[in-house]
């Protein structure tokens, strides 16, 4: 089955300084990436749409500048949380749609847990 | 836009069947999706249906009626293992395909 890889699965930082997640899938081409945030019990928030070789597309009141989307290669993308504060901290979960297969199926990365002291 | 709605909780015994409901509401379907989550995990993607019907994937089937926009997530022969997240996820055609996923219903299986 298609693969998605996230990296890494916990990070631990200072405030201010700023953290770069990596979502790769691994045996497909993924023309669009998504990035998700999880607060505890609750649903998946999607935050943009990271499409290879374009700037992603945020949602509403997700801040662009704040969370730096790259999506380098068809099986690549990134995202740098700048300056992070603790409010950011959360789970932050990648996903990937095969570029030849059905649309609406999507494999998620492990997940990123990040904690902003 | 596009909205769905699943129960919180469902709670049932070891061996049981269970059925989980979803309506949504979409402008334009491609297709329903369900994923599994156990704490602390990422989800993992279940089951799919574009058309109407059941689709049987071992222990859990998915069923869609787009007249009623409606689907559910039927899960037999439940085991301990199977307590989890369950969310439902519709993606509307057109565009980028973003799927919107529903909050999520707790399964709490007990022995």
């Known amino acids: 089955g298609a693969v998605v890889s996230q990296h890494p699965s916990w990070v631990i930082c200072k405030s201010g300084t700023s953290v770069k997640i990596e979502c790769r899938s691994l045996d497909f081409q993924a023309t669009t990436m998504f990035w998700y945030r999880q607060f505890p019990k609750q649903s998946l928030m999607l935050m943009a749409t990271?499409?290879?070789?374009?700037?992603?597309?945020?949602e509403q009141g997700v801040e662009k500048d704040k969370f730096l989307i790259n999506h380098a290669s068809l099986t690549l993308s990134t995202l740098t949380v700048t300056s992070a504060h603790p409010e950011d901290s959360s789970f932050y979960i990648c996903?990937?749609?095969?570029?030849?297969?059905?649309?609406?199926?999507?494999?998620f990365g492990a997940g990123t847990r990040l904690s902003v002291l | 836009g596009q909205s769905l709605e699943q129960p919180s909780e469902v709670t049932a015994v070891e061996g049981a069947i269970v059925q989980i409901n979803c309506t949504y509401q979409?402008?334009?379907?491609?297709?329903l999706s369900w994923y599994q989550q156990h704490d602390g995990g990422a989800p993992t993607f279940l089951s799919y249906?574009?058309?109407?019907g059941l689709e049987e994937t071992g222990r859990f089937s998915s069923f869609l009626s787009r007249s009623d926009s409606y689907g559910y997530l039927l899960l037999q022969e439940l085991q301990m293992k199977d307590s989890a997240s369950y969310f439902c996820?519709?993606?509307?055609?057109?565009?980028?395909?973003?799927?919107?996923f529903g909050r999520g219903t707790s399964l709490i299986v007990h022995p």
């Open positions: 996903s990937a749609s095969s570029s030849s297969g059905p649309k609406n199926i999507q494999y």
């Open positions: 996820a519709v993606t509307a055609s057109g565009g980028s395909y973003i799927p919107t």
């Open positions: 990271s499409n290879e070789g374009s700037k992603a597309t945020y």
């Open positions: 249906n574009a058309l109407d």
């Open positions: 979409t402008s334009g379907f491609y297709g």
